[in-house]
């Protein structure tokens, strides 16, 4: 049997689950398009298949879906490497550590979670070693509340510094921004704050379009304030089991 097969078995049945997990999120995302008066050329859907087999994203791939998420470097080198014959964009999603970048270098296309100076140098010196170009996302706290917890993310303020260093650092090409939008908050409130830090940055950076918001359970808000990427986990792909240390 060669991969040009229809699936049958339990293949068939994963396939059947992710095409209506699709259908589902890109009926979604028609709605908000034609509520923000947005076409849906403007966006990027990436599937976040953290804790999902490469299977699944064969199965995706096969299905339509360019671009894939990840946020832990271990399981997408894995992932990566088990689907380098599929022409897909790799996003790395999660907060990067510094003595991983060399790894990420080697397989992401766009990194979203570049967050201080200290990971931009790492970032930069690795992709020229590697000879790369990758492209770079700022990623912006959104969160105002005093106590806050520590999810990654420049603050506001910090971020036209954090894009200079990027749009300046060899091997790295500065896209855009990208956010989460905060626990207990409206995600349409932050995410317009989003829009405006991602004004300013183009403003500076005619190229850094990209602003990265939205998930499975904020795409609409994530798009009707401006956003060009959008990351989709659970809806896609299912819930994911509790992720064990
Ligand atoms: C896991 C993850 C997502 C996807 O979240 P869902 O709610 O499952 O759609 C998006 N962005 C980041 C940064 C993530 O870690």
């Not at 008066?37 to 966006?43: D, I, S, T, V, Y």
């Not at 970048?101 to 979670?113: E, F, I």
């Not at 990654?152 to 896209?175: F, K, Y």
Request: glycine share 8%; hydrophobic share 45%.
């Amino acid at each position: 049997m060669s991969d040009l097969d229809p699936p049958s078995g339990p293949r068939a049945d994963r396939r059947a689950e992710l095409a209506a997990g699709l259908a589902e999120v890109e009926r979604r995302i028609a709605e908000a398009c034609r509520a923000a008066g947005r076409p849906r050329a403007e966006l990027t859907l990436i599937a976040v298949t953290k804790t999902y087999p490469a299977s699944d994203v064969r199965l995706l791939a096969g299905l339509g879906v360019a671009d894939v998420g990840e946020n832990r470097d271990q399981e997408a080198a894995a992932k990566a490497a088990e689907c380098a014959d599929l022409a897909l964009t790799w996003h790395f999603i999660g907060q990067v550590q510094t003595n991983k970048a060399r790894s990420v270098v080697a397989y992401a296309d766009l990194v979203h979670g570049v967050d201080r100076p200290r990971l931009v140098a790492a970032l930069s010196r690795a992709a020229v070693a590697a000879g790369r170009e990758v492209g770079c996302l700022v990623q912006v706290d959104l969160d105002q509340r005093a106590d806050r917890p520590d999810r990654g993310g420049a603050r506001p303020a910090e971020v036209p510094a954090l894009a200079e260093a990027l749009a300046a650092a060899p091997g790295l090409r500065l896209r855009g921004v990208m956010a989460v939008a905060p626990l207990g908050e409206d995600p349409a409130a932050a995410f317009a704050r989003l829009a405006d830090v991602a004004q300013a940055v183009q403003k500076e950076h005619p190229g850094a379009d990209v602003i990265s918001a939205g998930m499975s359970g904020d795409l609409a808000q994530a798009i009707a304030n401006g956003a060009t990427h959008l990351r989709v986990g659970t809806a896609l792909l299912g819930r994911r089991k509790p992720f064990v240390r």
